[in-house]
């Protein structure tokens, strides 16, 4: 089992070592599906810990310490491992070599960039479909979290080896768009120089309409005023819904933030092929919909509910708690029915992989549109739904007036351009999705540890600091990343031998496992608290430094420990980069 792991990341190539160990004594034929490496909870224990021996115990016919007690004979004949020990009922756990680490630091300077990249995609098409807010108005700060999981977790995907097309659903049917219109049609009005006075309730009371009503104008003169709402709305309707997805475009590029594909639920009905009708067809010749009536709702209100014979589909069929109406009594679509016509043409468009970013009041018709995933696509494609949860506003601890220009709710554009794209990006992203988010204006710009993102780019800036001082000992060493990895990568990196520079080249080998897993899970969270954990442990590199001059990054006397942990360094810069990089926020070299 001798070899380097040069060709894929540390982890990966100790869990070759262990299948092989395990298909040794089982035969090829097992199953090492379950058998997982990964770093033990305690550090103390070693370097990383398998289950192998618990997860295969009963189909060896042995008790799981005594399998564990073969494999770990195995294991120690093995060029990579510097000790195993058995614990407990039966989990092993491993010490890597020393030298080990230096070939994962060569690793990870060789690859560069690419570097963490996987291909645990293989290519398979993803549809990331996310922020979809109704364009009814600005991107508030709540859109504002869903936007940047969503994009985030493409780029994440994209980084695992998936075919990644980020996706954006117009809500631009329906009555909240026709309020829309109406809105709209009041500031028209206004830019002709009518007095509107107060914005009557149920009307958007925003001045973002405002500029609407003047390209109306613009458009119609005053000739909309002699229409009835029958011949003004359509046109109105369409004006605003166009003047609403260029402003919601631009408040996301702002993040950096584009789709691939926007795709118009207005479009599922009144094209020559209507989609909805012809899903419900589908369905009707699957036997999954019939036409019957609900029992009133005994807990909360059922959505669409109407005490009369209806078209139901047979959602309880396939895991949701009540069939559920497609038409209502007018005979328009519920929009139940036009979401199953949408996923259904994302199945017909190829996606076998979906997944869905929807904000925290949006919980309740997860069941729903898994069940009629399960239907339109009989099985063949999974749906991941991922809530995202509310942002609290505030500013020193106190919560955000409202906007002026929204009327009712704090921009998306506001607080970009108070805090800038990184510092929202990052913070956005340093919670899990799932959990309500506090986000302080005040906190978010302060240069501090306590400030994660300052933090995290702070480390990477810090890194480049130390190549510019080195500069003094090795004059030689390259300004450009890829150069001077390649400088540094035959340096004398066994010489990294404090604990402190250990610990640190033991969570870069964890970045590329970490990116699997966040990728797997569907969770970029965890790029954003692992890359926490290495800026974390670099400062204190650098402080201990300050401390004890033996531990400095650079040392006059001695070119050769300060090339090693100079590349030390590039490694470090260069997986900061990497991850800051998949969430979408800037590494700079400089801060001041």
Do not use: I
């Given at each position: 089992?001798?070899?380097?792991?040069?060709?894929?990341?540390?982890?990966?190539?100790?869990?070759?070592?262990?299948?092989?160990?395990?298909?040794?004594?089982?035969?090829?034929?097992?199953?090492?599906?379950?058998?997982?490496?990964?770093?033990?909870?305690?550090?103390?224990?070693?370097?990383?810990?398998?289950?192998?021996?618990?997860?295969?115990?009963?189909?060896?016919?042995?008790?799981?310490?005594?399998?564990a007690e073969q494999i770990a004979a195995r294991l120690r004949a093995d060029d990579l491992i510097a000790s195993v020990d058995v614990a407990g009922p039966g989990f092993i756990n491993l010490t890597l070599k020393a030298s080990v680490w230096a070939d994962t630091l060569r690793t990870v300077l060789d690859g560069g960039h690419s570097y963490g990249q996987s291909t645990i995609g293989a290519a398979e098409k993803v549809n990331v479909e996310y922020v979809s807010a109704n364009p009814t108005g600005p991107m508030h700060v709540g859109h504002c979290r869903g936007a940047v999981f969503g994009d985030a977790l493409a780029s994440l995907l994209v980084f695992a080896g998936y075919d990644v097309t980020r996706e954006y659903y117009i809500n631009d049917a329906g009555a909240q768009v026709d309020v829309l219109a109406r809105s709209a049609f009041l500031r028209y009005r206004e830019a002709l120089g009518e007095s509107i006075g107060e914005i009557p309730e149920g009307l958007y009371p925003g001045d973002y309409l405002k500029p609407v009503g003047e390209a109306l104008v613009a458009d119609y003169g005053d000739r909309l005023l002699t229409m009835p709402e029958g011949g003004w709305l359509p046109a109105v309707r369409a004006k605003a819904i166009a003047m609403m997805m260029e402003a919601i475009k631009g408040d996301l590029a702002s993040l950096n933030i584009r789709h691939d594909v926007f795709f118009s639920e207005r479009s599922l009905t009144e094209t020559a092929n209507n989609r909805v009708a012809q899903t419900i067809d589908f369905l009707r010749a699957k036997g999954d919909i019939y036409e019957g009536s609900l029992p009133p709702p005994k807990g909360g209100p059922i959505e669409d509910y109407e005490d009369r014979e209806q078209t139901l589909f047979r959602a309880t069929a396939f895991g949701d708690d009540v069939d559920r109406p497609l038409i209502k009594s007018d005979g328009s679509y519920t929009y139940f029915a036009s979401d199953i016509a949408y996923h259904k043409n994302k199945f017909e468009r190829g996606f076998r992989n979906l997944v869905d970013v929807w904000g925290s009041d949006h919980g309740g018709y997860v069941k729903r549109v898994e069940a009629a995933i399960k239907a339109v696509t009989s099985g063949n494609a999974t749906l991941d739904v991922k809530i995202v949860q509310l942002v609290k506003l505030l500013r020193n601890g106190e919560p955000v007036k409202m906007s002026k220009r929204s009327g009712d709710f704090v921009t998306l554009r506001e607080v970009v351009d108070e805090v800038g794209k990184d510092a929202v990006r990052f913070m956005m992203l340093y919670r899990k999705n799932d959990a309500v988010l506090d986000f302080d204006l005040a906190k978010v710009i302060e240069q501090s540890r306590e400030n994660p993102v300052f933090y995290v780019q702070y480390g990477h800036a810090r890194g480049h600091s130390v190549f510019r001082n080195a500069r003094e000992v090795i004059p030689d060493l390259p300004e450009e990343a890829g150069a001077r990895a390649a400088f540094l990568v035959d340096a004398a990196l066994e010489r990294l031998a404090d604990p402190a520079e250990l610990d640190l080249l033991r969570r870069l080998a964890l970045y590329p496992r970490t990116i699997e897993a966040a990728a797997s899970a569907h969770e970029p969270h965890r790029i954003a608290f692992y890359l926490y954990d290495l800026a974390s442990e670099f400062h204190a590199l650098w402080t201990r430094g300050r401390d004890l001059p033996y531990l400095r990054f650079i040392i006059n006397n001695d070119a050769e420990i300060t090339k090693a942990r100079l590349a030390l360094v590039q490694g470090v810069v260069s997986v900061l980069a990497s991850g800051l990089g998949v969430l979408g926020v800037d590494a700079p070299d400089e801060m001041r």
């Open positions: 089992m001798a070899g380097k792991p040069s060709t894929q990341h540390l982890f990966a190539n100790v869990l070759t070592r262990v299948h092989a160990v395990c298909a040794a004594e089982l035969g090829a034929g097992a199953d090492l599906s379950r058998v997982v490496v990964e770093p033990p909870k305690d550090p103390s224990h070693g370097d990383m810990a398998t289950n192998a021996a618990m997860v295969l115990a009963k189909e060896a016919g042995k008790r799981p310490r005594d399998f």
